[in-house]
């Protein structure tokens, strides 16, 4: 019976790339909602690390980052024995899938995604055919799982919307292949934004360390960047666009808490930014040190991470690697 119901669910499709250390923008835009997927849905949880070398990375730390992205999933509550964890490079299809749908896609197609534009500005030294192939891998990963959902950040919709289009597109080029995945939209998760410039993202590869919280800052650290986040002179905390760097702190403690952003304007009547950024501080420091000590110790645990990662990639793989097979007899190459 439990084995049939695992077969009915619904399949999600998500990763983040260890480009980086994980910011509290990881945690609570992603991380905290996967955990509340994992019983109702059939998760693939991967890092993604291909993804992640499209920017330029130290090896070293780029392993080290790895195996601490693996703890952190795991330490935020992600259950390797309900989900399928892995390491994108260990499921080699993800690469072959792309291949695949790199052939499907147009130059024109990736030329419009906001992303590269973006990110062919900031790493103007280098910029990499696999910058402007990301998105292509991205459909891949997601297609080869025939994955129905995909949680997404409002900066990863053009993605998914590529990714449909490709989906359809190789549909109806040979026959009925992929699942057309569509966007799951979490009915919490704020999307958190950057400390010192509040009407960006917070992101894990910014030049500014003030303007984060990565997930594994120390207390103290945390304390003094949230007192040093920007805000304004209006001196109400008040959830409104013209404050955006307040209302970014009360998105942050409304998630944490899992209230609304009025109860916390509600609490805040009449009450300083002083003693709000203190509040905000000090939550964001209870809810990551019980995942912080549990990531010391994962990390500390290497055979038990192994283990994790294999299992994870093993099944991913098995799996990944029915849809890739249909894909190439379908395009028409011969069948090993
Ligand atoms: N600031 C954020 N608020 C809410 N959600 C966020 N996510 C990232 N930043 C925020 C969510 O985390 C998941 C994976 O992100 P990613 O690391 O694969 O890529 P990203 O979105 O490009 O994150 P960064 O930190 O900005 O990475 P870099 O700096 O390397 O490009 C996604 O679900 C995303 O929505």
């Keep these: 019976m439990e084995k049939e119901n695992a077969i009915q669910k ?23 909602n996967w955990v509340k997927l994992q019983d109702e849905y059939e998760c693939f949880y991967c890092i993604v690390d291909m993804h992640a070398i499209t920017v330029k990375q130290e090896p070293k730390e780029l392993r080290q980052r790895t195996l601490e992205v ?16 892995f390491i994108q490079s260990h499921v080699p299809q993800h690469a072959e899938g792309a ?4 052939c499907n896609t147009y130059m024109g197609e990736l030329s419009r995604m906001t992303q590269f534009k973006d990110k062919s500005q900031r790493y103007g030294q280098n910029i990499n055919v696999g910058l402007f192939d990301y998105p292509v891998l991205m459909a891949s990963d997601i297609l080869i799982y025939q994955a129905d959902l995909v949680p997404v950040g409002h900066d990863q919709k053009q ?29 919490v998760g704020a999307k958190i934004m950057d400390l010192q410039e509040p ?41 409104t666009d013209d404050q955006p760097g307040i209302k970014n702190l009360i998105d942050i403690l409304s998630t944490i808490k899992g209230t609304t952003s009025e109860e916390v304007v509600k609490t805040y009547e009449g009450i300083g930014y002083a003693q709000f950024k203190k509040d905000v ?13 549990k990531v010391k110790e994962l990390v500390a645990d290497k055979k038990y991470l192994e283990s994790v990662y294999k299992a994870g990639a093993e099944k991913a793989s098995y ?3 029915k849809t890739v097979r249909k894909m190439k007899k379908k395009i028409g190459f011969i069948q090993q």
């Design 10 to 32: 619904k399949v999600i499709f998500s990763g983040i790339q260890p480009s980086g250390q994980l910011t509290i923008g990881n945690y609570l835009g992603a991380l905290k």
């Design 70 to 85: 693996l703890a952190i999933y795991i330490a935020a509550g992600i259950d390797p024995e309900k989900n399928t964890l």
């Design 99 to 102: 291949w695949l749908l790199n």
């Design 159 to 187: 993605h998914l919307e590529l990714t449909r289009d490709i989906a359809e597109r190789f549909n109806s080029a040979y026959s009925p292949t992929f699942k057309v995945p569509d966007p799951y939209i979490a009915k």
């Design 199 to 239: 009407t960006k993202k917070m992101s894990k590869s910014s030049d500014n360390p003030n303007s984060y919280i990565l997930m594994m800052d120390p207390p103290e650290v945390i304390r003094k960047k949230i007192s040093r986040a920007v805000t304004d002179s209006i001196g109400v905390v008040n959830y």
């Design 281 to 293: 501080g000090e939550a964001i420091v209870e809810e990551l040190a019980p995942v912080q000590d």
């Design 319 to 321: 799996i990944a690697n």
